[in-house]
């Protein structure tokens, strides 16, 4: 596959996905194209004493991941330490030749018999100058040339955005989009189209366009009864 079709179909999994564990499942089935046969994402806004609360997705055997994390605090482990310093994707390689020459080895002998002979890359993403995700794909003989990297790298932040807003709730869960969602938002609180538009850059047509799409989605006949589903968490 292309990388442009493997975007396209990247793009249109992630519009249907409505958990974590969906936007894990897409971005392992988008890794594997690049040869990486299992996926690590760790919310580490919530990694604190364990990394159990943490895992967003494992393809792995969760408890075989917490097991490694008791003896060895996966918050300390190289590959999180390089991906706090750096937002750029790393070849996990790289990550570990340059601890090995530190002298620092016990990590990889606590590894998984089935990840001591794979490589990957490990992908952050940094929020506010701080990691907010940490992602590692990896697989036996993946393809780690930059233009992968950035493919993956891409993919990666796509999927956090979307993850971002399933946490917040903003995602489009029920029918309504995003933007539809906004002007409803607006009007809850009073705005006239008009107002409504310039908060959002749009014009007040626009703010009806989708207020009327909106309405329809839920099956109301005014905008009234669909900022009230809205308001209800329904919608």
């Given at each position: 596959?292309?990388a442009?079709?493997a ?5 249109a ?17 988008f890794?594997r194209?690049?040869?990486?046969t ?5 919310d580490?806004t919530k ?6 609360p943490?895992?967003?997705f494992s393809?792995t ?6 097991v490694?994390?008791a003896?060895r605090p996966?918050?300390?482990?190289p590959f999180?330490t390089h ?8 070849t996990m390689?790289?990550?570990r ?16 018999a089935?990840?001591?002979?794979t490589d ?5 993403v940094?929020?506010d ?11 036996r ?10 493919l ?12 971002h ?12 989009s995003?933007?539809e969602?906004?002007?409803l938002r607006w ?5 006239t189209?008009?107002?409504?538009g ?13 207020i009327n ?9 005014t ?7 809205r308001a209800?968490?329904?919608?």
């Amino acid at each position: 596959m292309t990388a442009h079709g493997a975007l396209r179909e990247l793009t249109a999994e992630l519009s249907q996905a409505a958990t974590g564990d969906d936007v894990g499942r897409v971005l392992l089935a988008f890794g594997r194209h690049f040869g990486m046969t299992s996926i690590l994402i760790v919310d580490m806004t919530k990694l604190f004493n364990r990394i159990g609360p943490a895992i967003v997705f494992s393809s792995t055997d969760r408890a075989a991941i917490e097991v490694f994390d008791a003896a060895r605090p996966f918050a300390n482990h190289p590959f999180v330490t390089h991906a706090r310093l750096s937002d750029k994707p790393e070849t996990m390689s790289l990550v570990r030749a340059e601890s090995v020459a530190d002298g620092d080895e016990g990590w990889w002998a606590g590894l998984p018999a089935h990840m001591r002979h794979t490589d990957g890359l490990i992908v952050p993403v940094h929020e506010d100058g701080a990691l907010a995700w940490y992602v590692a794909f990896s697989g036996r003989h993946p393809d780690l040339g930059q233009r992968s990297q950035s493919l993956l790298g891409a993919s990666v932040h796509a999927g956090y955005a979307l993850f971002h807003d399933l946490m917040d709730g903003t995602a489009p869960r029920s029918p309504l989009s995003k933007r539809e969602s906004e002007c409803l938002r607006w009007v809850a609180e009073g705005k006239t189209d008009g107002e409504a538009g310039k908060i959002l850059g749009i014009s007040p047509r626009t703010v009806r366009f989708h207020i009327n799409n909106a309405k329809d989605k839920l099956g109301v006949a005014t905008r009234i009864q669909a900022v009230a589903l809205r308001a209800s968490g329904t919608a």
